[in-house]
């Protein structure tokens, strides 16, 4: 993988996060659309690659290496914002849902799907199980397209207070991350539990979306 893409794209970006706070109930859609916008053009670049260098693999052994690249990555993403509490906590799951984005449209790319295309968002929010079907998703994805709008990142008067926009945001992105996350996002809050998101946590909730990809683009 380009060091320099990976250097650009290993979280979500300030614009995003920004997007996300201002309208937290339908931040997986944000993360969903920015992720195929900003990953899918990755991913592409990345199959591409590997498939002049390694002739030898097919789209299994492609799959292969990007599951465990990407879980190797959600393992050590857990407090990556060097905050405590409750920021720092919803700063936790936003890079792990991103990384388990990044995971998803690698896969994809793996068995021909084009992890660019419009259409990964939708999966994106299936495989996440953010929504169980498909159309309700793509619903909500053309909801969230039209509220998008930039502002600072967990700055700015939104009208609400602030503790209860980041709980809600961070309870969504939890959702996104895997059921286990939600659950050690409020632990975070507690003054001194130090980093909550530990490898285990990040691990399973990957592997366990690494495993409904594969079985979704292999049938494809």
């Given at each position: 993988?380009?060091?320099?893409?990976?250097?650009?794209?290993?979280?979500?970006?300030?614009?995003?996060?920004?997007?996300?706070?201002?309208?937290?109930?339908?931040?997986?859609?944000?993360?969903?659309?920015?992720?195929?916008?900003?990953?899918?053009?990755?991913?592409?670049?990345?199959?591409?690659?590997?498939?002049?260098?390694?002739?030898?693999?097919?789209?299994?052994?492609?799959?292969?290496?990007?599951?465990?690249?990407?879980?190797?990555?959600?393992?050590?993403?857990?407090?990556?914002?060097?905050?405590?509490?409750?920021?720092?906590?919803?700063?936790?799951?936003?890079?792990?849902?991103?990384?388990?984005?990044?995971?998803?449209?690698?896969?994809?790319?793996?068995?021909?799907?084009?992890?660019?295309?419009?259409?990964?968002?939708?999966?994106?929010l299936v495989l996440?199980?953010?929504?169980?079907?498909?159309?309700?998703?793509?619903?909500?994805?053309?909801?969230?397209?039209?509220?998008?709008?930039?502002?600072?990142?967990?700055?700015?008067?939104?009208?609400?207070?602030?503790?209860?926009?980041?709980?809600?945001?961070?309870?969504?992105?939890?959702?996104?991350?895997?059921?286990?996350?939600?659950?050690?996002?409020?632990?975070?809050?507690?003054?001194?539990?130090?980093?909550?998101?530990?490898?285990?946590?990040?691990?399973?909730?990957?592997?366990?979306l690494a495993k409904?990809?594969?079985?979704?683009?292999?049938?494809?």
């Amino acid at each position: 993988m380009n060091r320099q893409q990976s250097a650009e794209t290993i979280a979500p970006s300030g614009t995003l996060w920004a997007r996300m706070k201002a309208d937290p109930q339908y931040a997986p859609e944000h993360l969903a659309l920015d992720a195929v916008r900003r990953l899918g053009p990755e991913a592409a670049a990345w199959h591409a690659r590997l498939r002049r260098e390694r002739p030898d693999l097919d789209a299994d052994g492609l799959a292969n290496l990007a599951i465990k690249h990407f879980t190797t990555l959600a393992r050590v993403s857990g407090a990556v914002s060097g905050a405590a509490g409750l920021p720092g906590a919803v700063v936790d799951v936003g890079v792990l849902a991103w990384t388990q984005a990044r995971l998803v449209l690698h896969v994809a790319a793996a068995y021909g799907a084009d992890p660019a295309a419009p259409e990964r968002a939708t999966d994106l929010l299936v495989l996440q199980r953010v929504h169980k079907v498909a159309e309700t998703a793509r619903t909500a994805l053309g909801v969230a397209a039209g509220r998008e709008r930039a502002s600072r990142i967990f700055t700015g008067d939104s009208g609400r207070p602030f503790a209860g926009v980041l709980v809600k945001l961070g309870v969504k992105l939890a959702q996104m991350a895997g059921v286990r996350a939600a659950r050690r996002l409020f632990a975070k809050m507690v003054p001194g539990a130090g980093i909550i998101l530990g490898t285990w946590v990040n691990s399973a909730a990957t592997k366990d979306l690494a495993k409904r990809a594969r079985e979704h683009y292999r049938k494809d």
